[in-house]
Protein backbone atom coordinates (compact mmCIF):
# COMPACT_ATOMS: atom_id res chain seq x y z
CA UNK A 1 0.00 0.00 0.00
CA UNK A 2 0.96 3.49 -0.76
CA UNK A 3 2.09 5.93 2.32
CA UNK A 4 -1.22 7.38 2.40
CA UNK A 5 -3.26 4.25 2.22
CA UNK A 6 -1.53 3.21 5.31
CA UNK A 7 -2.39 6.59 7.01
CA UNK A 8 -5.79 6.25 5.89
CA UNK A 9 -6.02 3.05 7.73
CA UNK A 10 -3.79 4.03 10.45
CA UNK A 11 -5.53 3.89 14.09
CA UNK A 12 -5.52 8.21 15.33
CA UNK A 13 -7.27 10.41 17.45
CA UNK A 14 -9.42 13.32 15.93
CA UNK A 15 -8.67 16.02 18.74
CA UNK A 16 -10.08 19.51 17.16
CA UNK A 17 -13.41 18.89 15.45
CA UNK A 18 -16.43 21.43 16.25
CA UNK A 19 -19.43 19.06 16.19
CA UNK A 20 -21.44 21.72 14.34
CA UNK A 21 -18.74 22.06 11.69
CA UNK A 22 -19.89 18.24 10.98
CA UNK A 23 -22.94 19.37 9.94
CA UNK A 24 -23.05 18.92 5.86
CA UNK A 25 -25.10 21.05 3.22
CA UNK A 26 -27.89 18.50 2.97
CA UNK A 27 -28.12 17.61 6.86
CA UNK A 28 -28.82 21.35 7.20
CA UNK A 29 -31.55 21.73 4.39
CA UNK A 30 -32.87 18.35 5.70
CA UNK A 31 -33.55 20.23 9.40
CA UNK A 32 -34.18 23.65 8.13
CA UNK A 33 -37.40 21.79 6.31
CA UNK A 34 -38.26 19.66 9.47
CA UNK A 35 -37.90 22.61 11.97
CA UNK A 36 -39.07 25.40 9.49
CA UNK A 37 -36.32 27.64 10.10
CA UNK A 38 -35.84 29.75 7.62
CA UNK A 39 -32.35 29.78 5.80
CA UNK A 40 -30.47 32.61 3.37
CA UNK A 41 -29.93 29.71 0.82
CA UNK A 42 -32.58 28.14 -1.27
CA UNK A 43 -30.88 25.16 -2.43
CA UNK A 44 -27.76 22.80 -1.08
CA UNK A 45 -25.63 23.62 -4.16
CA UNK A 46 -26.44 27.87 -3.38
CA UNK A 47 -25.41 27.44 0.26
CA UNK A 48 -22.54 24.99 -0.35
CA UNK A 49 -21.41 27.90 -3.27
CA UNK A 50 -21.44 30.42 -0.49
CA UNK A 51 -18.37 28.40 0.98
CA UNK A 52 -15.99 30.84 -0.27
CA UNK A 53 -14.31 32.13 2.92
CA UNK A 54 -11.71 35.14 3.33
CA UNK A 55 -11.11 34.89 6.91
CA UNK A 56 -12.09 33.16 9.89
CA UNK A 57 -14.74 36.00 10.64
CA UNK A 58 -16.64 35.15 6.93
CA UNK A 59 -16.84 31.73 7.81
CA UNK A 60 -17.99 32.08 11.02
CA UNK A 61 -20.78 34.27 10.28
CA UNK A 62 -21.97 30.92 7.66
CA UNK A 63 -21.33 28.54 10.31
CA UNK A 64 -23.49 30.47 13.29
CA UNK A 65 -26.40 30.43 10.14
CA UNK A 66 -26.03 26.69 9.43
CA UNK A 67 -25.63 25.91 13.71
CA UNK A 68 -29.52 27.43 13.60
CA UNK A 69 -30.93 24.99 11.80
CA UNK A 70 -30.48 22.90 15.63
CA UNK A 71 -33.92 22.09 17.53
CA UNK A 72 -34.38 18.78 18.94
CA UNK A 73 -32.48 15.91 20.85
CA UNK A 74 -32.61 13.97 17.92
CA UNK A 75 -30.44 16.77 15.77
CA UNK A 76 -28.47 16.89 18.01
CA UNK A 77 -28.06 12.84 18.01
CA UNK A 78 -28.09 12.83 14.00
CA UNK A 79 -25.31 15.64 13.77
CA UNK A 80 -22.97 13.77 16.09
CA UNK A 81 -23.50 9.93 14.22
CA UNK A 82 -23.02 11.12 11.22
CA UNK A 83 -19.72 12.71 11.97
CA UNK A 84 -19.17 9.00 14.38
CA UNK A 85 -19.48 7.34 11.44
CA UNK A 86 -17.20 9.54 9.49
CA UNK A 87 -14.94 9.38 12.26
CA UNK A 88 -14.46 5.41 12.13
CA UNK A 89 -13.88 5.20 8.34
CA UNK A 90 -10.87 7.67 8.99
CA UNK A 91 -9.72 5.43 11.10
CA UNK A 92 -10.25 7.69 14.36
CA UNK A 93 -10.18 5.60 17.76
CA UNK A 94 -10.57 8.41 19.93
CA UNK A 95 -12.22 11.51 19.51
CA UNK A 96 -12.72 14.71 21.43
CA UNK A 97 -15.51 16.99 20.34
CA UNK A 98 -15.87 20.66 20.67
CA UNK A 99 -19.62 21.94 21.09
CA UNK A 100 -20.68 25.63 21.31
CA UNK A 101 -23.50 25.74 23.69
CA UNK A 102 -23.61 29.61 23.30
CA UNK A 103 -24.66 29.29 19.91
CA UNK A 104 -28.08 27.33 21.56
CA UNK A 105 -28.57 28.63 24.34
CA UNK A 106 -28.84 31.84 22.17
CA UNK A 107 -31.73 30.74 20.75
CA UNK A 108 -33.40 29.06 23.50
CA UNK A 109 -31.85 25.37 22.89
CA UNK A 110 -30.76 24.19 26.79
CA UNK A 111 -28.41 22.10 27.86
CA UNK A 112 -31.23 19.21 28.65
CA UNK A 113 -31.61 19.23 24.94
CA UNK A 114 -28.43 19.31 23.24
CA UNK A 115 -26.39 17.22 25.85
CA UNK A 116 -28.39 14.31 25.92
CA UNK A 117 -29.10 14.01 22.14
CA UNK A 118 -24.80 14.17 21.65
CA UNK A 119 -23.88 11.86 24.60
CA UNK A 120 -26.76 9.00 23.07
CA UNK A 121 -24.51 9.12 19.97
CA UNK A 122 -21.50 8.87 21.79
CA UNK A 123 -22.76 5.61 24.04
CA UNK A 124 -23.87 4.13 20.22
CA UNK A 125 -20.00 4.86 19.17
CA UNK A 126 -18.73 3.20 21.64
CA UNK A 127 -19.80 -0.37 20.29
CA UNK A 128 -17.95 0.60 16.93
CA UNK A 129 -14.73 0.62 19.14
CA UNK A 130 -14.58 4.48 19.26
CA UNK A 131 -13.90 5.95 22.26
CA UNK A 132 -15.31 10.06 22.70
CA UNK A 133 -15.43 13.02 24.99
CA UNK A 134 -17.03 16.07 24.57
CA UNK A 135 -15.52 19.50 25.22
CA UNK A 136 -17.72 22.35 25.82
CA UNK A 137 -16.12 25.74 23.73
CA UNK A 138 -16.91 29.13 25.38
CA UNK A 139 -17.63 31.78 22.20
CA UNK A 140 -15.15 34.50 22.35
CA UNK A 141 -16.69 37.12 21.03
CA UNK A 142 -19.24 37.04 23.84
CA UNK A 143 -18.69 38.70 26.89
CA UNK A 144 -17.04 37.49 29.80
CA UNK A 145 -20.32 37.25 31.80
CA UNK A 146 -21.70 35.48 29.66
CA UNK A 147 -19.17 32.53 29.64
CA UNK A 148 -19.02 32.71 33.68
CA UNK A 149 -22.93 31.88 33.75
CA UNK A 150 -22.23 29.44 31.00
CA UNK A 151 -20.30 27.45 33.05
CA UNK A 152 -22.48 27.96 35.91
CA UNK A 153 -25.55 26.24 33.84
CA UNK A 154 -23.26 23.71 32.68
CA UNK A 155 -22.24 22.23 35.74
CA UNK A 156 -24.63 19.82 36.51
CA UNK A 157 -24.07 18.11 33.17
CA UNK A 158 -20.41 18.24 33.76
CA UNK A 159 -21.49 16.25 36.86
CA UNK A 160 -24.00 14.12 35.55
CA UNK A 161 -22.01 12.82 32.78
CA UNK A 162 -18.15 13.08 34.06
CA UNK A 163 -17.17 10.48 31.39
CA UNK A 164 -18.17 12.23 28.91
CA UNK A 165 -17.81 15.79 29.52
CA UNK A 166 -14.07 16.39 30.43
CA UNK A 167 -13.23 20.17 29.44
CA UNK A 168 -13.71 23.44 28.42
CA UNK A 169 -12.18 25.40 25.48
CA UNK A 170 -12.47 29.04 23.68
CA UNK A 171 -13.29 29.23 20.22
CA UNK A 172 -14.52 31.70 17.64
CA UNK A 173 -13.54 35.44 16.68
CA UNK A 174 -9.95 35.47 17.88
CA UNK A 175 -8.46 38.56 16.99
CA UNK A 176 -9.67 41.43 19.61
CA UNK A 177 -10.81 38.71 21.98
CA UNK A 178 -7.63 37.68 23.80
CA UNK A 179 -7.22 34.70 26.30
CA UNK A 180 -6.65 36.88 29.20
CA UNK A 181 -11.04 37.81 29.27
CA UNK A 182 -11.36 34.24 29.98
CA UNK A 183 -9.15 33.95 33.00
CA UNK A 184 -11.66 33.35 35.14
CA UNK A 185 -13.79 30.94 34.13
CA UNK A 186 -10.95 29.01 33.24
CA UNK A 187 -9.76 29.16 36.59
CA UNK A 188 -13.26 27.85 38.05
CA UNK A 189 -12.65 24.99 34.84
CA UNK A 190 -9.40 24.13 37.01
CA UNK A 191 -10.80 24.21 40.11
CA UNK A 192 -13.83 21.86 39.34
CA UNK A 193 -11.14 19.42 37.53
CA UNK A 194 -11.71 19.70 33.93
CA UNK A 195 -9.32 19.91 31.14
CA UNK A 196 -9.04 23.10 29.43
CA UNK A 197 -8.12 23.95 25.51
CA UNK A 198 -7.88 26.91 23.87
CA UNK A 199 -7.82 28.07 20.11
CA UNK A 200 -4.86 30.39 20.11
CA UNK A 201 -2.25 31.77 17.14
CA UNK A 202 -4.75 30.55 14.13
CA UNK A 203 -5.10 34.27 13.23
CA UNK A 204 -4.50 35.83 16.32
CA UNK A 205 -0.70 37.07 17.49
CA UNK A 206 1.85 34.86 19.67
CA UNK A 207 0.95 36.93 22.70
CA UNK A 208 -2.53 35.23 22.81
CA UNK A 209 -0.75 31.76 22.84
CA UNK A 210 1.52 33.03 25.36
CA UNK A 211 -1.61 34.35 27.26
CA UNK A 212 -3.45 30.72 27.02
CA UNK A 213 -1.06 29.08 28.49
CA UNK A 214 0.11 31.38 31.32
CA UNK A 215 -3.55 32.57 31.89
CA UNK A 216 -5.43 29.99 31.07
CA UNK A 217 -3.16 27.35 31.92
CA UNK A 218 -4.31 25.79 28.78
CA UNK A 219 -3.18 21.68 28.01
CA UNK A 220 -3.46 22.28 24.03
CA UNK A 221 -3.28 25.18 21.62
CA UNK A 222 -5.28 24.70 19.13
CA UNK A 223 -4.07 25.99 15.79
CA UNK A 224 -0.79 27.76 17.21
CA UNK A 225 0.59 27.77 13.50
CA UNK A 226 1.37 31.35 14.21
CA UNK A 227 3.65 30.26 16.92
CA UNK A 228 5.97 29.96 14.38
CA UNK A 229 6.51 34.24 14.74
CA UNK A 230 7.99 33.70 17.70
CA UNK A 231 11.25 31.62 18.32
CA UNK A 232 11.44 31.94 21.75
CA UNK A 233 7.53 30.57 21.84
CA UNK A 234 8.50 27.28 19.59
CA UNK A 235 11.25 26.35 21.85
CA UNK A 236 9.40 26.49 24.86
CA UNK A 237 6.24 24.33 23.24
CA UNK A 238 8.95 21.97 22.05
CA UNK A 239 10.51 21.70 25.51
CA UNK A 240 7.07 21.28 27.46
CA UNK A 241 5.83 18.87 24.59
CA UNK A 242 2.50 21.01 23.83
CA UNK A 243 0.42 19.82 22.14
CA UNK A 244 -0.58 21.92 18.75
CA UNK A 245 -3.64 20.40 17.19
CA UNK A 246 -3.23 21.64 13.41
CA UNK A 247 -5.80 21.89 11.45
CA UNK A 248 -4.33 21.79 7.52
CA UNK A 249 -7.56 22.02 5.12
CA UNK A 250 -8.35 25.23 7.63
CA UNK A 251 -5.60 27.09 7.73
CA UNK A 252 -6.00 27.24 3.16
CA UNK A 253 -9.74 27.80 3.68
CA UNK A 254 -9.26 30.83 5.89
CA UNK A 255 -6.38 32.31 4.41
CA UNK A 256 -4.11 31.87 7.30
CA UNK A 257 -1.63 30.36 4.75
CA UNK A 258 -2.06 31.16 0.95
CA UNK A 259 -1.65 27.11 -0.02
CA UNK A 260 -1.12 24.00 1.58
CA UNK A 261 2.86 24.51 -0.02
CA UNK A 262 3.25 27.40 2.63
CA UNK A 263 1.99 26.05 5.33
CA UNK A 264 4.60 25.69 8.05
CA UNK A 265 3.79 22.32 9.74
CA UNK A 266 7.52 20.61 8.51
CA UNK A 267 9.34 23.57 10.10
CA UNK A 268 7.14 23.17 13.76
CA UNK A 269 7.99 19.31 13.45
CA UNK A 270 11.38 19.87 12.80
CA UNK A 271 11.73 22.05 15.69
CA UNK A 272 10.36 19.23 17.60
CA UNK A 273 6.78 20.36 18.42
CA UNK A 274 4.19 18.14 19.35
CA UNK A 275 2.02 18.66 16.27
CA UNK A 276 -1.56 16.98 15.14
CA UNK A 277 -3.42 16.65 12.51
CA UNK A 278 -7.54 17.83 12.92
CA UNK A 279 -10.59 18.27 10.61
CA UNK A 280 -11.98 21.80 12.26
CA UNK A 281 -14.87 21.87 10.62
CA UNK A 282 -15.07 19.24 7.96
CA UNK A 283 -18.15 19.92 6.72
CA UNK A 284 -17.36 23.09 5.46
CA UNK A 285 -13.40 23.38 5.00
CA UNK A 286 -13.59 19.91 2.36
CA UNK A 287 -12.93 16.87 4.45
CA UNK A 288 -12.16 14.66 7.28
CA UNK A 289 -9.32 13.81 9.30
CA UNK A 290 -8.11 11.43 6.61
CA UNK A 291 -8.16 14.42 3.86
CA UNK A 292 -6.33 16.83 5.34
CA UNK A 293 -3.45 14.34 6.12
CA UNK A 294 -3.77 13.44 2.12
CA UNK A 295 -3.75 17.34 1.38
CA UNK A 296 -0.78 17.93 3.60
CA UNK A 297 1.49 15.20 2.89
CA UNK A 298 1.20 15.60 -0.71
CA UNK A 299 1.72 19.51 -0.94
CA UNK A 300 4.88 18.72 1.66
CA UNK A 301 5.78 15.42 0.58
CA UNK A 302 6.28 13.97 3.73
CA UNK A 303 7.79 10.88 4.87
CA UNK A 304 6.79 8.06 6.37
CA UNK A 305 8.63 9.06 9.55
CA UNK A 306 7.29 12.35 9.66
CA UNK A 307 3.41 10.78 9.49
CA UNK A 308 4.10 8.28 11.89
CA UNK A 309 5.30 11.17 14.27
CA UNK A 310 2.07 12.80 13.50
CA UNK A 311 -0.23 9.82 14.14
CA UNK A 312 1.63 9.34 17.48
CA UNK A 313 1.39 12.46 18.60
CA UNK A 314 -2.35 12.42 17.93
CA UNK A 315 -2.59 9.32 20.33
CA UNK A 316 -0.22 10.68 23.33
CA UNK A 317 -1.91 14.21 23.50
CA UNK A 318 -5.44 12.70 23.77
CA UNK A 319 -6.86 13.38 27.42
CA UNK A 320 -6.94 9.30 28.62
CA UNK A 321 -5.19 8.19 31.49
CA UNK A 322 -1.80 6.14 31.05
CA UNK A 323 -2.82 2.76 30.53
CA UNK A 324 -5.47 3.86 28.07
CA UNK A 325 -3.13 5.72 26.09
CA UNK A 326 -0.68 3.06 26.05
CA UNK A 327 -3.36 0.51 24.78
CA UNK A 328 -4.13 3.32 21.96
CA UNK A 329 -0.06 3.45 21.04
C1 LIG B 1 -13.71 27.58 14.36
CL1 LIG B 1 -11.77 27.33 12.49
C2 LIG B 1 -12.44 27.99 13.94
N1 LIG B 1 -11.78 28.92 14.61
C3 LIG B 1 -12.34 29.47 15.70
N2 LIG B 1 -13.53 29.12 16.15
C4 LIG B 1 -14.22 28.18 15.48
N3 LIG B 1 -15.42 27.64 15.71
C5 LIG B 1 -15.65 26.75 14.75
N4 LIG B 1 -14.62 26.70 13.91
ZN1 LIG C 1 -11.32 25.09 15.61
Redesign the pocket.
Known amino acids: PSLIEKVFRAPKAELHV?I??TLEPELIFKLAQRNRIPLAWSTVDELREAYQFTS?QS??DI?YAGTSVLQTEDDFYEMTSSYLDNACQNGVIHAEI?F?PQSHTSRGIGFDVFIPGMVRALESAREKGISTQLIM?FLRHLPESDALKTFADSREWFIRYPEWLTGVGL????NGNPPEKFARVFARAKAAGLRRVA?AG?EGPVEYIWQALQLLESERI??GVRSFDDPDLVAHLSDTQMPLTV?PL?NVK?RVFDSMGEHNLRELLQAGVNVTINS??PAY?GGHVNENYQSIISALQLTENECYTLLQNSLKSAFVNAQTRDKML
Open positions: HEGLFLYFDCDSSEHEDHCSLDDF
